[in-house]
């Protein structure tokens, strides 16, 4: 399943660039994320709560960055196991281009889920990953456009 959208941040590339490669921010970010540790250059290790349909689940896992080009795209993975509930990988690649009013991010994001999660049948499954990667990138624009403010 593929998603795709974009959304203007009130910050400047550089700034929304770091916070793309913070695992603070990240972990913010991520919906349902208990843990994130790890760097851009080695990969982060995450732990995330999610409860898809009837489904819950603690995914275990780890996110890298790929095809990084500082101040403009990279690709962000991730892949986790939920023990019985299956697993889930997904990967978005992000770009940022200068705006009007800050900086416009534009993602594309491809997921994947298997064992009992793709049990639950794709209507079901899609509209989770939408709500997901759009919460993520609502996440990620609350967090930039708040650390502007309070000076973090």
């Avoid at 250059?41 to 349909?53: C, L, N, P, S, Y």
């Avoid at 940022?96 to 639950?120: I, P």
């Amino acid at each position: 399943m593929e998603l795709k959208g974009s959304r203007t941040i009130a910050a400047d590339r550089e700034t929304v660039w770091r916070h793309l490669n913070d695992a603070e921010t990240l972990k913010a970010s991520i919906p349902g994320c208990q843990e994130l540790t790890g760097n851009p250059e080695e990969g982060f290790e995450a732990v995330v709560k999610q409860k898809v349909g009837p489904v819950k689940a603690t995914f275990k896992g780890k996110v890298t960055l790929s095809d990084v080009v500082e101040n403009e795209s990279y690709r962000i993975a991730g892949e986790g196991s939920g023990g019985v509930a299956g697993f889930a990988k997904g990967a978005a690649v992000v770009h940022l281009a200068d705006a009007e009013d800050g900086t416009e991010l534009t993602y594309d994001v491809e997921a994947q889920v298997g064992g009992k999660l793709a049990q639950l049948g794709s209507r079901l499954i899609n509209g989770f990953a939408k709500k997901m990667a759009d919460q993520f990138f609502e996440n990620f624009q609350a967090h930039v456009e708040g650390a502007g403010e309070g000076g973090a």
